[in-house]
C-alpha cells in the first residue's frame, strides 16, 4: 500500500545545530507539504512543492528551507535550531486531479524538541 | 485570507448519540473540504473528502456535508462509540492545494 513515512518520528537536539527531518512518499503524489502543529496555533504551513525543483514558502517559513530532488522526498531543514521551534511537525501529500486537490495523506509527525 | 472555524472546541456526549461537527470557512473558493481525525500524539487520518462540486460523502457511519454558499460544512457521527473519541480537524483547500485548517474539536464519547 502506498504511504507516506517520516522520520525520526522523535528527536532532541541543540539549540544553534543544524536539523533535518525526513519525508518519503510512495503515493507518487506531484504536491508536499510541511506543517508544524502547536498548541493554541494549531497546524500552520511551513514549505510546500508542487513537483522536482519547486519548492514554496508558507505562512511559517522563517528559519527553516526545503529541497525537492525527486517525487519521493521533502526533507525540511532547520538551518539553527531555537527553541520555539520546538513543535510536532506533519508532512503530507496530495495531487492535483482536474484543477482539484485530491484527498491529502499526512505522515505519523515527528517530535522535535530544541533544548 | 481563508480563516476555518470549528464548533464546539470541545465535547462529551453518552455512548449511542447522534452528534454533529461544524466546520466553517470565510472564503468559498475552496477546491475541496476534507475531515480529519487525529488521536493524542498521532498523525492526521483522512476520514472524508468532500469535492467542491460535491454536497457530501458518506463512510460507514460518518456523513460529511459541504455549503459553499453558506460557508458551511458539518460531520456527522451517527450511533457513536467510545472509540470514536479524538479531535476532529476540518481543512479547506484553497486553489494552491494548500490546506487551512481549523483548530478542531475534541470529542469524547462515555462508555
Known amino acids: 500500500d502506498a504511504e507516506i513515512t517520516q522520520s525520526p518520528r522523535h528527536k532532541i537536539t541543540e539549540t544553534g545545530r543544524q536539523v533535518t527531518l525526513a519525508c518519503h512518499q510512495t503515493w507518487n503524489h506531484n504536491n508536499m507539504f510541511w506543517y508544524r502543529q502547536d498548541l493554541g496555533h494549531g497546524l500552520r504551513l511551513i514549505h510546500y512543492s508542487y513537483g522536482v525543483q519547486d519548492t514554496n514558502k508558507g505562512e511559517v517559513s522563517d528559519g527553516y528551507s526545503v529541497s525537492r530532488s525527486n517525487t519521493e522526498d521533502l526533507p525540511l531543514t532547520l538551518e539553527s535550531a531555537a527553541s520555539s521551534q520546538t513543535s510536532v511537525y506533519f508532512c503530507?501529500?496530495?495531487?492535483?486531479?482536474?484543477?482539484?486537490?485530491?484527498?491529502?495523506?499526512f505522515g505519523q509527525g515527528t517530535r522535535l524538541t530544541v533544548v | 485570507k481563508q480563516e476555518v472555524t470549528q464548533i464546539p472546541a470541545a465535547l462529551s456526549v453518552p455512548e449511542g448519540e447522534n452528534l454533529v461537527l461544524n466546520c466553517s470557512f470565510t472564503d468559498s473558493a475552496i477546491y475541496n473540504l476534507q475531515w480529519f481525525r487525529q488521536d493524542p500524539g498521532k498523525g492526521l487520518t483522512s476520514l472524508l473528502l468532500i469535492q467542491s462540486s460535491q454536497r457530501e460523502q458518506t463512510s460507514g457511519r460518518l456523513n460529511a456535508s459541504l455549503d459553499k454558499s453558506s460557508g458551511r460544512s458539518t460531520l456527522y457521527i451517527a450511533a457513536s462509540q467510545p472509540g470514536d473519541s479524538a479531535t476532529y480537524l476540518c481543512a479547506a483547500e484553497d486553489s494552491s492545494y494548500k490546506l487551512i485548517f481549523g483548530s478542531g474539536t475534541r470529542l469524547l464519547v462515555r462508555p
Open positions: 503530507a501529500s496530495s495531487d492535483a486531479l482536474g484543477g482539484e486537490g485530491t484527498e491529502a495523506f
